[in-house]
Structure formats: C-alpha cells, structure tokens
C-alpha cells in the first residue's frame, strides 16, 4: 500500500513555484491523491508568511494578538472558503470529488496568493487571482465546466460577503 507523502518544504516551493508559471498545467498534473496534509502545509507556511510580514508591515501596538488575528484570519477564511463551496457543489452538481480535493485547490490557492496579500491594497489584485485560481483548478483538476465553477464561485463569494454584511452591526471598530 502506498503512503502518502508528507509534507515539505521542498514541495511547498515546488508547488508556489509551478502555481506561478503555470497554474493551469499545474492544476491539470495534481495528483488526486495530494492529501489533507500537503496542501494543509502550504496553507499553514503562508498563513506565517503573511501574518509576519502583516505585523512588520503595520507595527500594531499588541503584536501577539494581532499576529494572531492575521494567522486565524489567513487560515480560517481558507477553510471557510472551501466548505462553503463544496456545500454549493454537492447542492447543485452532487458530490464529484471528496472534500479533501476540494480543499487542497482552495488551500493552494490561497497559499499562493497570501504570499502578496500582505501589502497594503494588494488585496484588489491578489483576491481576485485567488478566485481565479480556484476556478481553475476546478476546471483543470476537476474537469468542471466554467460554468459549474463560476457558479460555484459566485455563490460563494456571495455567502460570504451576506454573512460577513450580517454580523457587522454586531462588531464594534472603535479603535481598529
């Protein structure tokens, strides 16, 4: 029986490397069996990334609390992101893959992506792309059409977006 490999720091740079030239091939050439801890991997190491360069970036007066606000924020979103669209497809299309696919095209993706999104603004170019990128490698890893990962994507961000809208009444920003 194989085992699945294990993450490393040799695969998190292969993988941040192929997704930047060519994330199509590199969606159409994912194993199937990639595994939870492999693509949790990449998230978690640029889920550190981010959160370092956020607080040397933005010098907040609690460090601590806030680094940690950026890693929770970096990597639940993530999480959040893939369980809701693998609610939306199983919904509307079934179940086609297992959530731990699912996830690893989510995680990759925001893996890649929160490597830049640190830099002030950036969020305007790097969310996007990451969207983008989930689509596809549902069409490149999942043979999906546009149009099953459009709209799984568009549900999605639409989910999101009404819950985060709901609960801002309930958070106070008075000294953020």
Do not use: H
Not at 2 to 22: A, N, S
Not at 65 to 80: E, H, K, S
Not at 88 to 97: E, L, N, P, S
Not at 150 to 175: A, H, N
């Amino acid at each position: 029986m194989k085992q699945p490999e294990k993450f490393t720091f040799r695969f998190y740079f292969q993988v941040i490397t192929k997704l930047l030239r060519e994330p199509r091939k590199f969606y159409g050439k994912l194993p199937v069996d990639i595994g939870l801890k492999r693509s949790l991997g990449v998230l978690l190491v640029s889920s550190v990334i981010f959160s370092g360069a956020s607080l040397v970036s933005r010098m907040p007066p609690n460090p601590m609390l806030w680094g940690g606000v950026f890693f929770i924020n970096a990597l639940g979103m993530a999480v959040i992101a893939a369980g809701i669209g693998f609610m939306v497809m199983i919904m509307t299309m079934g179940k086609q893959v297992t959530f731990t696919r699912f996830f690893s095209i989510y995680a990759l993706s925001a893996g890649i992506t929160l490597l830049a999104s640190w830099i002030p603004f950036f969020i305007w170019i790097t969310e996007p792309w990451k969207w983008w990128l989930i689509g596809t490698g549902m069409t490149r890893g999942f043979g999906f059409r546009r149009t099953q990962a459009g709209l799984i994507i568009g549900v999605s961000i639409g989910c999101i977006v009404l819950f985060f809208w709901s609960v801002l009444p309930l958070v106070s920003l008075k000294g953020v």
